[in-house]
């Protein structure tokens, strides 16, 4: 690891003394939309998007190539997006009728399952035991209220003491005094009175291919004011499928690093604290393959503080 990874790795642990102290939603955090979608597998079945869903069985020799190429939002393992900075993960999970276990998703299933993939996180934090990691499991499909149960139960089991309760907005400091490495969010009706499991994470999400209109959604949402505890600014672009031609020719790949510059020129511009139009956890696509979370995680300077 070069001495540059290994400031991003411990960023936390490393950030001016101002910053330890003040809560986890007024920090500048960098995150990962669909974080687990570098393992997606092809040899799954289709999931999403609805109007791909029906031709699966008719077209999996041809369509599930082309969902995979559309549906890789990551390129970097959970281990390498935590070296580089990564402190937010949008975990999207879902049953297989054939199987016992679950899986992430998107567009296909993982290869990866729920129980690997957090196994290989509470390694990481293991080995970085002053990191604060923030998992929002959300957009639920195929589980049953029983899976639903067992997941949180396994999370709960995993994770054990380093589980921070719902509480008042901890700090870095607070994490750290009470061995705290993890922010459990579930978003599921009925887990409300689970003192571990905190709520939905709000998503600020334009739903739009132009990095130009993905930046103008995000700073009208700031002049509505910031939500009461952590929310997400998501970078990350939306494409419809309705333009073939595009699907069959590009990857999403290629089209978020050609957005990306003018999406870090955003980034750049930002300020975390808990003023009305402030951010705290900025998303995106492709995290660890150019200079975003570095950014992000830049924020937290005395000289960029509100």
């Known amino acids: 690891m070069t001495d540059e990874m290994a400031i991003f790795a411990d960023w936390m642990s490393n950030l001016n003394e101002k910053f330890t102290e003040i809560p986890l939603s007024q920090l500048a955090i960098p995150g990962s939309h669909d974080a687990m979608a570098y393992s997606l597998d092809v040899d799954s079945s289709v999931l999403e998007p609805k109007k791909l869903k029906s031709l699966d069985k008719m077209f999996s020799c041809c369509l599930r190539p082309i969902v995979k190429k559309w549906g890789t939002a990551q390129d970097k393992t959970v281990s390498e997006q935590l070296e580089a900075g990564v402190r937010y993960f949008d975990l999207r999970v879902a049953g297989k009728s054939e199987s016992s276990d679950l899986f992430f998703y998107h567009g296909l299933y993982t290869i990866m399952t729920v129980k690997e993939g957090m196994t290989e996180l509470a390694t990481w934090l293991r080995q970085h035991t002053k990191e604060v990691v923030i998992l929002a ?25 380093k589980l921070c309760p719902k509480t008042p907005m901890p700090s870095l400091k607070a994490c750290w005094g009470n061995g705290y490495q993890v922010v459990l969010s579930y978003d599921k009706s009925g887990v409300n009175d689970d003192p571990f499991l905190w709520p939905r994470i709000e998503y600020w999400w334009a739903e739009n291919s132009d990095p130009k209109e993905v930046i103008s959604y995000l700073n009208n949402q700031k002049l509505q004011g910031r939500p009461e505890g952590f929310f997400v600014a998501g970078l990350n672009l939306t494409f419809d499928g309705n333009d073939m031609l595009l699907y069959l020719m590009k990857s999403l790949k290629e089209k978020t690093m050609s957005a990306y510059p003018l999406l870090l020129d955003w980034v750049k511009e930002q300020h975390p604290g808990s003023d009305r139009e402030n951010i705290n956890i900025i998303a995106g696509d492709f995290v660890g393959v150019n200079s975003f979370v570095q950014d992000v995680i830049r924020l937290n300077s005395a000289d960029n503080s509100s």
């Open 137 to 161: 499991f959300s957009h639920f499909k195929e589980m049953s209220d029983s899976q639903h149960s067992d997941l949180t139960g396994f999370l709960k089991e995993h994770f054990k003491t």
